[in-house]
């Protein structure tokens, strides 16, 4: 047997400003948005490449709720970087929320960052190392 990871999906309150956050300040593209009138709900899926190749993320939008309890479950989503300290100045700048400042992770040497998407999930980022 074979798998692949496809997406992950989370639950947000106002879809257009999630939409704005993955897109205009970490770079996602929207690949495919759809409507469920009958059930009242939203789809999009974005990411940083075609869903044949690349794992992304699946934003729903129930009409009737404006938002969620994050749960205890759910721990980040995690993006890799090459500059995490410049990354995090840009995305300071432009209104994110940064949890946690650039640094090595405890115990670790790996440079990590925390910031937070409109509806409050834990995005982790990563620095690369040249190589990567």
């Known amino acids: 047997m074979s798998f692949r990871m496809l997406h992950t999906m989370i639950r947000v309150g106002d879809l257009d400003r999630s939409i704005d956050f993955y897109t205009r300040l970490l770079g996602m593209k929207v690949l495919r948005r759809q409507d469920y009138p009958d059930g009242r709900f939203t789809l999009a899926f974005v ?33 890799g970087v090459p500059d995490i300290y410049g990354t995090c100045d840009g995305l300071a700048a432009a209104g994110a929320k940064i949890t946690r400042p650039p640094g090595p992770m405890k115990h670790g040497k790996t440079v990590i960052a925390f910031l937070e998407d ?12 040249q190589g990567a």
């Open 47 to 79: 990411g940083y490449g075609d869903e044949q190749a690349n794992s992304v993320i699946e934003l729903t939008h129930n009409w009737d709720t404006a938002s969620y309890d994050l749960g205890t479950g759910f721990g980040h989503i995690a993006l």
């Open 118 to 129: 409109p509806d409050g999930y834990k995005i982790e980022l990563i620095e690369l190392s």
